[in-house]
């Protein structure tokens, strides 16, 4: 698997320098393996991971618990209790959906270092805010108002750390964004290959424009996709072909290889479709604009590949 880079500054001291955390995330990953493990039922994972929404769930559902709590604090300062003790308790609500697809996000980017600690840290902190928050709730409800109020402050501190460490796993790291965002397949015709290069029904990767794509002969037909898993880039034409589909080799998401539609996460985005043209002994393709690919049921893609024989 390649190499991906390390973040900076704080966020590279807490992948080089606070190795324990490996510890800490090998208890999450046991602990989330029924539910999110390679080997647990993929609906529920694919809900979580934001397969249905096109882009990561937790970036969305992490707006919650942070919102609701910051305008408890908000609340608190104008003297509004119970509009404040609400959100307090609504915050923790959302903490719950923010745990757990995070946990999605993060359980299939544990292969490096980074993302493994950073992430783990990141889980810590929201735990000690999911606790504080907690605490704060049952102090109001006690009638504890001062004390319930100090530890929800304590709580929002602590969650801005952890949103920043958030950021940097998001945007120092690229988890959770499309690994392929960058690539732009070309619109025009472009020649790539010999068609007797293509052995059937093995993955070939040519470059287009300097854009990675899959091309696979399958008997009559010839398909071209996108190269890049959009989950962490890992090499789909190294990935296990069945029927219509391609698993990706480093954390099994899987694509449709007549239109490039993802199927099951933990990618978020489909990957790119070509239309493919045979003429003369030689492979040319270009970009699909009439069918750029979306979510489909397993099966359900349609064929926009060309056949072999040059038609
Ligand atoms: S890189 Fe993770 S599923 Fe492809």
Redesign the pocket.
């Known amino acids: 698997m390649a190499k991906r880079p390390t973040t900076v500054g704080i966020g590279q001291k807490i992948t080089t320098e606070m190795p324990w955390l490996d510890g800490v995330a090998k208890v999450m990953e046991e602990a989330f393996a029924p539910l999110l493990g390679q080997d647990a039922p993929r609906e529920p994972r694919d809900f979580l991971y934001g397969v249905w929404l096109g882009h990561s769930l937790h970036a969305a559902v992490v707006t919650a618990p942070i919102g609701a709590w910051s305008a408890a604090a908000l609340f608190d300062l104008l003297g509004e209790e119970d509009a404040a003790d609400l959100l307090v308790g609504a915050g923790l609500l959302g903490a719950a959906g923010a745990t757990i697809t995070g946990a999605a996000q993060w359980q ?2 544990t292969n490096d270092d980074a993302p493994r600690r950073v992430g783990a840290l990141h889980a810590l902190l929201n735990y000690s805010v999911t606790g504080l928050m907690a605490g704060s709730w049952l102090m109001r409800r006690q009638g504890r108002r001062q004390a319930g109020i100090a530890l929800s402050a304590l709580g929002m501190g602590v969650t801005l750390a952890s949103a920043w460490l958030g950021g940097e796993l998001a945007y120092g790291l690229g988890i959770g964004v499309d ?1 392929a965002a960058f690539e732009t397949p070309p619109t025009k015709w472009t020649d790539v290959a010999a068609l007797d290069e293509l052995a059937d029904g093995k993955p070939k990767r040519v470059e287009a424009d300097g854009v990675p794509v899959l091309l696979l002969r399958q008997g009559d037909a010839i398909r071209a996709i996108g190269a890049t ?6 090499p ?1 034409d190294e ?1 296990k072909i069945a029927g219509e589909a391609v ?7 899987v694509f449709c290889l007549t239109n490039g539609a993802l199927i099951h ?3 978020t985005a489909p990957v790119a479709a070509y239309q493919v043209r045979v003429a003369d002994g030689r492979v040319a393709i270009r970009a699909n604009a009439e069918e750029p690919g979306g979510t489909i049921p397993v099966g359900g893609g349609q064929g926009t590949g060309a056949s072999a024989s040059g038609s």
Do not use: I, K
């Open positions: 299939d980017a690994h898993c959009t989950h962490l880039g890992g789909l990935g698993t990706c080799p480093w954390h099994g998401s996460g933990p990618a």
